[in-house]
């Protein structure tokens, strides 16, 4: 069964440029996360999916990050402008129902 | 609020000795505990996990037991391998396992 998977592995743009991610979760998995993950700390979590819909935005900077889960399978997180302070790596996981996490590789954006 | 609390890194290990890494946790209601390790390059795996208080969690020679009374889920390996050097995640799991809060990680280096 193959994993989470996560594109581009790695970007580098300039500030105030867009960027997007992409993540294909587990088949049959539900529920998708975002997460972001600073250098030295552990992830926090930007958004979680049910399907189609965001249940829980509430960590998201709605200013300038957007979501979608177009279908309720894969999904593209959006960073538009970008700024320095959001140089980190950006986990995806999924899991059915009652289980643990699933987190592809993650994808590592570095803002110049 | 929730939120976990782990021993700084690194840590710095020969082969064959013994490891612990703190983590203590608080927390309203009773969660799950998780410990996840990330190798270089990749994305969070879960290492072991236990959901109710004086479970033992193991996985590959790794061990923690849930303790209510201390509000701690210490992880310890009794013989470390060079191919445990990894970042530690030590982790809560809340709302019926949707909410997942990460400790800040702690690296481990094991010495040959």
């Known amino acids: 069964e193959a994993g989470v998977v996560q594109s581009p592995r790695y970007k580098i743009i300039e500030k105030k440029q867009p960027v997007a991610f992409w993540c294909n979760p587990i088949?049959?998995?539900?529920?998708l996360y975002w997460y972001r993950q600073n250098l030295g700390q552990g992830p926090e979590l930007l958004i979680r999916?049910?399907?189609?819909?965001?249940?829980?935005d509430s960590q998201l900077p709605k200013d300038r990050f957007s979501a979608e889960r177009l279908k309720g399978v894969d999904s593209t997180l959006k960073i538009q402008p970008a700024e320095l302070g959001d140089s980190a790596v950006y986990l995806c996981?999924?899991?059915?129902?009652?289980?643990?996490?699933?987190f592809g590789p993650g994808t590592r954006l570095t803002v110049l | 609020g929730d939120s976990v609390t782990q021993m700084e890194g690194p840590v710095t290990l020969s082969e064959e000795a013994f490891l612990t890494i703190n983590c203590t946790y608080t927390a309203t209601g009773y969660p799950s505990l998780f410990w996840y390790v990330q190798y270089p390059g990749e994305g969070l795996q879960l290492l072991l996990k236990?959901?109710?208080?004086?479970d033992k969690g193991s996985n590959k020679g790794f061990e923690a037991t849930y303790r209510k009374e201390t509000t701690s889920f210490h992880l310890e390996k009794g013989s470390v391998q060079v191919s445990d050097s990894a970042v530690y995640f030590c982790?809560?799991?809340?709302?019926?396992?949707?909410?997942?809060?990460f400790g800040a990680g702690t690296r481990l280096f094991v010495k040959a």
């Open positions: 999916y049910e399907n189609e819909e965001a249940v829980d």
């Open positions: 236990a959901t109710k208080a004086d």
């Open positions: 982790a809560l799991g809340v709302t019926g396992g949707f909410k997942t809060i």
């Open positions: 088949s049959g998995h539900n529920t």
């Open positions: 996981a999924s899991h059915p129902t009652g289980s643990e996490q699933f």
